[in-house]
């Protein structure tokens, strides 16, 4: 039995896979124990690098980076949206100098590293720590999402557009109507991958002395009273990023199920043809 992409395999193939299935979990099982091992050898797991998350003052170095880690996200996303959509916009302008302009925009801050503007803003511009961070993964983020944007909305069958200026609509009226609603849907998963790239550049923070949740972790990773806890400190903020970062995937699956369970996006039942007559003057 076959299909067109590929041969059903039959019992030696599966009896092949299961044994490399096998043979792969024993390798991984092995590199894992080999990793805890050298945990344990280093002293990785000794009272003196866990004891420290015990104490109050700990534990709200912590909370207090995760929150400052939140906030500069939070403001950055809603900023690299909000500059998104506008560059997005002048680059799909009719009138050539806004196209130009937001064209030049948007390669310039896509080629520029993200921590270069983040200094330039911070020593040249004199900007506070938080306002430094915002500003440096606005621009860049923004820039990104504007091409995003842009493809997603030129990605939508061109029918639609003309089907829309044929019933009498204006640009704007198609834009916000028939193209961008298609266009988000397709365009969201990318939108959140770029948010969680905001995410994790959020951490360049530590550089420029803003106390964000990696700054928080280096503070306590240096301290020698405490025997240098570098490796907790990875295994306590890494997770909390995973997790963040996973969140913020299951809310885009979230957005895409509400749309895809909108009426206003679900497909119309058409009835089936009944004879008659279709034109003027027919028989």
């Not at 440096?136 to 061109?158: D, K, M, P, Q």
Request: hydrophobic fraction near 50%; charged fraction near 15%; glycine fraction near 10%.
């Amino acid at each position: 039995m076959t299909t067109a992409l590929y041969d059903v395999p039959g019992p030696k193939s599966k009896r092949r896979h299961l044994l490399y299935g096998a043979g792969s979990t024993v390798v991984l099982l092995g590199l894992l124990g080999w990793i805890v091992y050298l945990l344990f050898h280093t002293g990785q797991f000794t009272a003196q690098k866990w004891t420290p998350f015990l104490y109050k003052g700990i534990q709200e170095l912590l909370l207090r980076g995760l929150g400052n880690t939140l906030r500069a996200f939070g403001y950055a996303a809603v900023l690299s949206l909000a500059l998104g959509a506008v560059l997005a916009t002048g680059r799909l302008s009719v009138h050539r100098p806004v196209r130009w302009v937001s064209t030049a925009l948007v390669e310039f801050f896509r080629a520029m590293p993200v921590l270069v503007m983040i200094f330039f803003i911070y020593v040249a511009l004199k900007a506070e720590p938080l306002t430094a961070l915002v500003a440096g993964l606005t621009l860049y983020n923004g820039s990104v999402l504007a091409e995003v944007f842009r493809t997603g909305i030129h990605a939508v069958e061109r029918g639609q557009g003309e089907a829309a200026y044929a019933l009498g609509m204006h640009k704007t009226q198609v834009m916000t109507h028939v193209l961008v609603p298609q266009a988000v849907r397709a365009m969201l998963p990318t939108i959140i991958s770029q948010l969680v790239v905001a995410l994790k550049d959020t951490s360049l923070g530590y550089l420029i002395t803003y106390e964000e949740f990696l700054h928080a972790g280096k503070l306590i990773a240096a301290n020698l009273d405490y025997g240098l806890p570098f490796i907790p400190v990875v295994m306590i903020i890494s997770p909390i990023y995973i997790g963040m970062c996973m969140l913020l995937s299951w809310c885009a699956h979230w957005v895409a199920r509400r749309q895809r369970r909108n009426p206003k996006v679900e497909a119309v039942e058409v009835g089936a043809a009944e004879p008659g007559t279709l034109l003027p003057g027919g028989p």
